[in-house]
């Protein structure tokens, strides 16, 4: 007889599985800025890309192993050209990318004995930063809409937290960048990554900008040249807030003086004198008064008359 799995437990240990292969990766981050959507993701290589086109204005990045999320982007493409063709090129849809993805991989996770390690990231640009969609899916098949930034792949939480103290709505190119790599930068398991350069990331943009196709990546020249524009706005916000330190404790500092002379000052000041301690009493005191009782010296009261 073959030994017997409960299907609980096999989800769960398929679950466990995808897990820990996925977390072996480096996490991407996609995010809205005010021109479109930036995508970054630390990749040395210059030939296995993570980040990619699937239509007119629409992107893919994934986390996990290489071979199986370019079956799934090759998948993808396959499935918005022949959609565009047979209806339309606005019908093909980040959600409906999204949705054919969800249920691709919900089959395989529930059928395979081997689940898919990846994670996938669907972004599609609109004409304005409100139809701007960021779709979210995991090895099992779930999907989140995410409304502004997204982290996913490797420690996604940690670097989810620390994206999140630093986006905003309408971030410029910069500033989203400077954001994406704080938070790519961002310590996992006790250790400080170090700081990204050129030659180990990806990146590219959805650029509302551009007509038709809309994707374009960031290559050595200006990725080197948004690099030193994010350092340069960090030393600049670093100075300015170690100015405002400098100020607030010189302040602090000037009203301790303050209170210090105050205080000096209290105590120099004699203190002025009560009250009831320098006025006079009223009237004459009975052992000092020169009236007699009225009876003579030695005398006793007189007694009543007979």
Known sequence: MPFYVSPEQSMRDKADYARKGIARGRSCVALKYAGGILMVAPNPSRALHKISEIYDRIAFAAVGRYNEYENLRKAGVTYADITGYQYDRVDVTARGIANWYVQALGTIFTESNKPFEVEIVVAEIGLQ??????????????????????????????????????????????????????????????????????????????????????????????????????????????????????????????????EAAEAAKAAETPAEPDPADSEPSVGPDAADSDRGSGLPDGGDAPSSPL
């Open 129 to 258: 930063s409100a139809d701007d969609q960021i779709y979210r899916i995991t090895f099992d098949g779930s999907v989140s809409d995410e409304p502004g930034f997204v982290a996913f792949g490797g420690q996604a939480e940690q670097v989810s937290t620390a994206l999140k103290e630093r986006y905003r709505e309408g971030l410029s190119l910069v500033e989203a960048f400077g954001a994406a790599l704080a938070a790519l930068a961002a310590p996992s398991n006790g250790e400080q990554r170090p700081d990204a350069v050129a030659a180990q990331l990806e990146v590219a943009v959805l650029d509302r900008a551009r007509d038709h196709r809309t994707f374009r990546r960031i290559r050595a020249a200006r990725l080197e040249e948004l690099i030193g524009e994010v350092r340069a706005a960090d030393q600049k916000a670093a100075e300015a807030a170690a100015a405002e330190a400098a100020a607030a404790e010189a302040a602090a500092a000037e009203a301790a003086a303050a």
